[in-house]
């Protein structure tokens, strides 16, 4: 478990200008709530929308969240390199556009991807340079808790992101930072600074 008093871990202490950030880390640990108060209160950072086979939840809008599609239409993206990633979890494909982020990049300009720990080291092997930060629980209690605690999911299923979510914290010292997720203003405003931190010859977005 992290160090809530640490707040960044890269391997020289200093954060590295990101042209593209990936936010990962157990499912539960809120990467979602972050990325929701990013999309609301940062209009200027530009989110990738993924795929996913799973069933949108009350109040998900189709292209807003995830674009959904079915399994064979997933499966086709994937195989056609349509994908700079993809992961199954808890039953339910998961993946990430490519040509939207590589646009991103090209035009030299920040972007962020949510993505599971799978996700993060494809992105890793695809994007040298992205910055992968993880999202750590306070607790691990907490994040038991938090993943009981959510009604939309029946009871097997969150088994099944209890049982993701042990592998998914052993992968911490993978990624370049971890941020612990005590306050999702907090997060949401260092993720962002982050983010926007460019070297001296490029302007902020
Ligand atoms: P949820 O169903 O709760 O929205 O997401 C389940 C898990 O899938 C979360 O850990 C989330 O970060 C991850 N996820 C969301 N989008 C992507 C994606 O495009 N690729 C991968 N690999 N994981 C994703």
Redesign the pocket.
Known sequence: MADPAATTGSPDGVPVPAGLTVL????GVG??TVVQAIRRNCPHVWL?V???T?QP?PGEIPGR??FFVGEREFEEMAASGQLL???R??G?Y???PREPVAQRLEAGRPGL????V???R?VRLAVPDALLVFLAPPTWEELVRRLTGRETEPPDVIEQRLEAARAELRAESEFDITLVNTSVKDVCAQLVALMTAQPADQPAE
């Open positions: 990962s880390g157990p499912s990467k979602s990738s993924s795929v996913t799973r939840r969240e995830y990633e993809w992961a979890f808890a339910n998961y993946g990430t991807l949510e993505v599971d799978v996700g993060a494809q």
